[in-house]
């Protein structure tokens, strides 16, 4: 009797599943995947499809509370005033291409006069955040995907204590999965002082079904309008210490003055006002004139759930679409999925030199592996694959030497579907060439992967690739 009822809700469960993702799937691979983990994991896989695998972006959350809404903002906050003096129109076609698409998908303008600093470690980057915040006079707005406990949160906690008795005004997001520690005490520490600080997306029991497959994945901090960070450094003791066996982790970020600041305070702005439930912050004290301070032509974009495209994927398809020279791609987590993969091979066998570089060994073997598993079919076209020795956590493509893109955005699913992601992209040869070099010396001869070598990999390494591969397209 007992083994009736567990094989009839089986089957029940199962069919349900099996009915929900052939109404709602939209990637072939995905479904294929979704439907043989219902079936091989008698409930666990349901349940797991039922937490990360439904598109809810067509159900009640994002058409009736959420999505709709921050859509509706999107579009009607497409370009602020202030900042039109300084859009940049381009006479290179494939540049105005790429600049075309971010504008049309994401709704923000490539800016004339900006001033970028590199920030290529936790020291280089941590140090040039607390002096801005220190040189801050009228507001403070920072949003990280992580805020984890530590010498670090500690800092930014002393220094908010002393610009909130200056009369700075501080607003504080972080994400309710990657800042789990940011509860209670914690959370209040901060709010003591007078920061007004919420999570994004919170995981509650009435919402979790809802929220916890989407995360806010950005990295950002502007100050007074005027000044502004990016990439993919979170605020945690890792990036200045080893406390694991990864050793200290490496990442890149940038320090942005001059008009597209104002494209990183309206992603804050938009996030803020439906996190935080307050007024929209449009005033004119948030969004000051900024005079150009430097020659470099900057992009913001940003992606979402509730983004009308997958504008991160759109913005990596198009550069790679656009190369002619060479496509150099850093990424602790390159796991494309097949048209992004498949433009790469296009490239690779159109003659464009390309280069991968990811960590030889990943926080995740999950992702280990599925990045290990795309190899084979990069190598056979002539890519050239390197392995850091070390955890870099970066996010970067440069294409032809010219044009750079950095970020938060990952090479995977995740990136592309299910988190906000922020990316800045730099029209500047100078700094194109100056990543490059960052990207190249770690190309060492030591560190490539030979394709001979790596078809001879055991066969239990290609079955956890291969196992790894048929999870991919669910991370």
Known sequence: MV??????????????????????????TKMISWSLSVIIFPFLGPLLYYLFGINRRKFKLFKLKQTEKRRLYSETHKELEGGEQSVHEFEDYKHDKLATLIRKNSFFAPY?????????????AFGAIFKAIEEAKDFIHLQYYILEEGMLLDKFHDLFAKKVKEGVEIRMLYDSFGSNSMRGKRVKRFKDLGVKAYSTMPIRFGNLLFTLNYR????IIIIDGKVGFTGGFNVSDKYMKPVSELGVWQDLHLKIEGPAVNSLQRVFVKDYHFAGKEELLLQDKYFPKVEPMGNTVA???????????????????????????SICIANPYFIPGEPVLEAIRIAALSGVEVTLLTPKISDSLLAQYSMFSTFEALLEVGANIYLRPDFSHSKVIIIDGEVVSVGSGNFDYRSFEHNFETNAILYDKEKASHIEKLFTRHCTDDAKVDLEKFKKRSPFSKFLEGLAKFFSPLL
């Not at 004339?112 to 280089?124: F, Q, R, S, V, Y």
């Not at 806010?216 to 990295?219: A, E, G, L, M, Y």
């Open 216 to 219: 806010n994945h950005r990295k």
């Open 112 to 124: 004339d006069g900006n001033k970028i600093t590199l920030l290529n470690d936790g020291e280089e």
């Open 3 to 28: 083994n009736t009822i567990f094989w009839l809700a089986y089957i029940a469960v199962t069919l349900w599943s099996i009915v929900n993702i052939i109404f709602n799937g939209s990637k072939a």
């Open 299 to 325: 992009q913001i974009i940003s992606s979402g759930p509730d983004s009308k495209f997958p504008a991160i994927m759109q913005q990596y398809l198009a550069m790679i679409n656009i190369a002619t020279k």
